[in-house]
Each structure stands twice: as structure tokens, then as C-alpha cells.
């Protein structure tokens, strides 16, 4: 299998670009489904869960043009509802989205049961809610959700989340863009992802008001039409280069971020005693002495992103003490503390916590990267380690990260990459 080799102890310099927001593009994709006309996508992650999207779109029958390295054009004008790509589907979490867009475009969905990273129990329970009160009949069964709009449309409908999710907030802003009436989402989640998949929506003519506060607003149009849009920077890609500088010391210009989506992130980092410099649309992180321990408890935005719980857990490893990191998101997020420890790590999970003992450093070791952050976090520990560091499973973090490897190096760290001639090859993007 494809493998990543580390040869750890180097400080990072340099400067590194962000690229565009995961968790905002495999929202926009899907609901580019929706628009009646081309959608010319900007700042588009060049990862594998984007490819393998924009795949399941083009076997509905969007037409897909590569303009550059980060612009695409969806156009859906001659999408039909056929059966999806289902093996696909069934590999990526956010096909959840093509619920809501298909429901919007077409009055019906079938879609698999969502795939996506491992951590504990993943349901779509307030997704399904959602789409219920708005008028439809939902029924999973045997790893298949079948859903149909009473009169092919759905209507609005006011909507009380259970829990604050990312997914459902999104999913049923998706719906709504294109039912009859209003729609109102409360306790909604208020992730940066939400506010650019709003809008988009919007700058394709939707009416969607309030999206970053709890409670969101949708007057459901007749058409979407064509534009442009281009995605915000990615937090949690930022935040990982952030904590990787913080683990190895030095000095790293980061570009193409909103400072804003990274104060949670930047205010630990000066607890852990790292120089967080702000500029405009960048932040320079420089860390020359020890580390110190901390707090961390995941939530929600504005609170600790669970997506940098692994990182900031590895950076913790070298800290002069002990800190205690509980995940407030996920049942089951600690997956990753085993690979740690063959390293080295001192880290003991009770619970939904960890108590994370700093040791002097660690020791490379061969790893897993159990699921896409938990693969951000080995990589780092692997920067740090005496040794050689050869991860494993290296698919879940180009699931997200673009481009990782050749941004590291960028860095001056010494990582390359080991691809497995038997690995399937990377879905490409078709071009038209
Ligand atoms: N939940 C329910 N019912 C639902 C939906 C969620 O009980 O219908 C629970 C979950 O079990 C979890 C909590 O609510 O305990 C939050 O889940 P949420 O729906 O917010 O997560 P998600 O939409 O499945 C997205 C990101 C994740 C990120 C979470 C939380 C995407 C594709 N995924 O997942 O990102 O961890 O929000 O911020 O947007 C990642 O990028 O590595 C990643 C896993």
C-alpha cells in the first residue's frame, strides 16, 4: 500500500498556501446538482474526496470542465435522476449531501448509506428529520436511503436540530434552497463551512439569511441559476500546518487563511507558549522554546474543531507536562493514541479524555493512519521522531489534505511519498 517516509528532526520554515475548504466543497458539489445552468467553482481542493464527488455527479450526467488546477465548471443542465454510482457513493461521508440536492432537483433521492472516516457511531438521524418535516417519505433500508417529496416538491418547514451537525445544518439549507415557503433551521451548527455553502446558494440566486448563527432561514426559490463562486480557505488544513510547526519549532508563513476560523486554534497555541503573529490573510507561527501543556475540550465552531483534536493531541506529546484533551464531538476518536504510543507516546484515554504525559520525544516507528486527521497527526509526530516514520494507509489523508507531502517538503521536511504499483489509481476528474 502507498506509504509515506519520514525522517524526522527538522524544523519547518517557509511558506505554505492553503488550498481550498474540504468540508465546503463536497457540500457545493453536490449542490451544484441543483442549478440550472454552469457553476464555475474557484479554490477547489485538489483532494480525493472531491474527485471522487465530482465522479458520482458526472454519472448523473453534469458535464465537467477543468479550467485550471483550482477552477472547475459543473454544469447540470442534463442531469437525470438515474441510479447512482452506489460503491462510490458508498465510500465518502458527504454523499449525504446528494439527499438534499437530489430531493431539491428532482423530488427524490436513492442514495447509499454514507461512508467516511470511522469514529464511533456516524447517524443521520436530524438529516432524515429534516427532510421528513419538509414533506418527505425517507425509508433506509438494507445500506440504501430512499426518499420522495409528497407532489414532487418539498416545502418548507421549521426544523429543530436535536444535536448541533454540520451535515444535517447544511443538508437541509441544500432542500430547502428549492422548496415552497420558508424553511427554518434552529440550533443549527455555525461551522465557517456553513456561512460558504450558504453562499454559494445564494450567489446562485437562493435565499438563504442567518447562516453562522443558530438559526437559519430559507425562502425556497423556483430555479437556481449559474455563477460564480469561489471557496473559503480550509481551517483545518491551516490548523494542521499551525500544530505541525508547533511540534517541530520554527517558523512558517501560512497564506490564504481567514485569521478569524483560526482564533480557537491560535489562542491554544499561545497557551502553549507558540509566537501566533496575525496579518491580513495569513498568520506566521514560530515557536523556538519548549512547549507548554494545556487544556483542550472539543465543541461545536466557535470551539475547538474535533477535525484538529489529533494534531493538537500529537503537538501535546511534546510538551514539558500534562494536558488533558477531551472530545466533545465523537464517541470514538482515540483510535489513533495506539500508533502514538509505538512511537512512544505517554497517553492514557478514560472516557472521552486523554491525559497526555509530554515526553522528551519520540521514536519513528511503521504507523496507520486511521482515519484522515488521525493521518495529519502521525505525519506530524513522524517530523518530530528520532527515526524513520513509514505511515501507512496513506488514502484517508488525500482524502483531504492536497497535497501534503509536496507542502512539507516545501517546509524543508523530509517525507517522500512510496506508492504501491497494486493501489488503485486516484479517481481522475473527467474532463469535457
Ligand atoms: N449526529 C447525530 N445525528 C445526525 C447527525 C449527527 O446524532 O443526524 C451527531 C454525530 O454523531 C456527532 C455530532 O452529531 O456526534 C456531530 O456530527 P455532524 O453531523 O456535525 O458531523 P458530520 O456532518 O458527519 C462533519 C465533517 C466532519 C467533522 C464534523 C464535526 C464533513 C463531510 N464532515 O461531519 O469532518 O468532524 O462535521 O465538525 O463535513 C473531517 O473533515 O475529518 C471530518 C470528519
Not at 442531469?79 to 458508498?90: G, L, S, T, Y
Not at 420558508?182 to 451548527?189: F, Q, V
Not at 516507528?365 to 509526530?381: E, F, H, Q, S, T
Request: net charge negative; aromatic share 6%.
Amino acid at each position: 500500500m502507498d506509504k509515506y517516509i519520514i525522517n524526522g528532526g527538522r524544523r519547518l520554515y517557509g511558506e505554505v498556501e492553503i488550498s481550498g475548504a474540504k468540508n465546503a466543497a463536497v457540500a457545493i458539489i453536490p449542490a451544484a446538482l441543483m442549478v440550472d445552468g454552469v457553476c464555475r467553482i474557484e479554490n477547489m481542493p485538489q483532494i480525493s474526496d472531491t474527485d471522487m464527488l465530482m465522479s458520482i455527479i458526472s454519472a448523473f450526467g453534469a458535464q465537467i470542465k477543468v479550467i485550471d488546477r483550482t477552477t472547475v465548471e459543473i454544469d447540470c443542465r442534463s442531469v437525470h435522476n438515474c441510479d447512482a454510482p452506489f460503491e462510490k457513493m458508498r465510500r465518502i461521508r458527504a454523499s449525504y449531501y446528494l439527499i438534499g440536492a437530489m430531493l431539491g432537483r428532482f423530488g427524490k433521492a436513492k442514495t447509499t448509506m454514507p461512508g467516511g472516516c470511522n469514529f464511533g457511531v456516524r447517524p443521520i438521524d436530524q438529516h432524515i428529520k429534516g427532510m421528513v418535516a419538509m414533506g418527505a417519505k425517507v425509508e433506509v433500508k438494507n445500506g440504501f436511503v430512499y426518499a420522495d417529496a409528497h407532489e414532487g416538491r418539498l416545502h418548507g418547514a421549521r426544523i429543530y436540530l436535536d444535536k448541533v451537525s454540520v451535515g444535517a445544518t447544511i443538508n437541509i439549507m441544500i432542500a430547502a434552497a428549492m422548496a415552497k415557503g420558508k424553511t427554518i433551521i434552529e440550533n443549527a451548527a455555525r461551522e465557517p463551512h456553513i456561512v460558504d455553502v450558504a453562499n454559494f446558494l445564494n450567489s446562485m440566486g437562493a435565499d438563504v439569511r442567518g447562516a453562522g448563527t443558530d438559526t437559519i432561514k430559507v425562502n425556497g426559490v423556483e430555479r437556481l441559476h449559474g455563477g460564480t463562486y469561489s471557496i473559503i480557505p480550509d481551517q483545518i488544513e491551516a490548523g494542521t500546518y499551525m500544530m505541525a510547526v508547533a511540534a517541530t519549532g520554527g517558523e512558517v508563513r501560512i497564506n490564504n487563511i481567514i485569521p478569524k476560523h483560526l482564533e480557537c486554534i491560535s489562542a491554544k497555541l499561545v497557551e502553549m507558549g507558540v509566537e501566533v503573529q496575525e496579518l491580513e490573510d495569513a498568520l506566521v507561527i514560530r515557536r523556538e522554546g519548549p512547549l507548554r501543556p494545556t487544556n483542550v475540550k472539543t465543541l461545536p465552531y466557535p470551539g475547538f474543531p474535533t477535525d484538529m483534536q489529533p494534531q493538537i493531541s500529537t503537538a501535546l506529546c511534546f510538551a514539558e507536562g500534562t494536558s488533558f484533551v477531551t472530545e466533545g464531538v465523537w464517541d470514538n476518536r482515540y483510535k489513533y493514541v495506539n500508533e502514538l504510543r509505538k512511537m512512544g507516546a505517554n497517553i492514557e484515554v478514560s472516557g472521552r479524555t486523554a491525559v497526555i504525559e509530554g515526553v522528551p520525544c519520540l521514536t519513528g516507528a511503521p504507523v496507520a493512519a486511521c482515519d484522515l486527521r488521525a493521518g495529519a497527526a502521525m505525519v506530524i509526530a513522524g517530523l518530530c521522531a528520532r527515526g524513520v516514520t513509514e505511515v501507512e494507509d496513506v488514502h484517508f489523508i488525500e482524502r483531504g489534505y492536497e497535497d501534503f507531502v509536496g507542502k512539507l517538503m516545501q517546509l524543508g521536511a523530509d517525507i517522500s511519498v512510496r506508492r504501491d504499483p497494486e493501489e488503485p489509481e486516484r479517481i481522475q476528474l473527467v474532463v469535457v
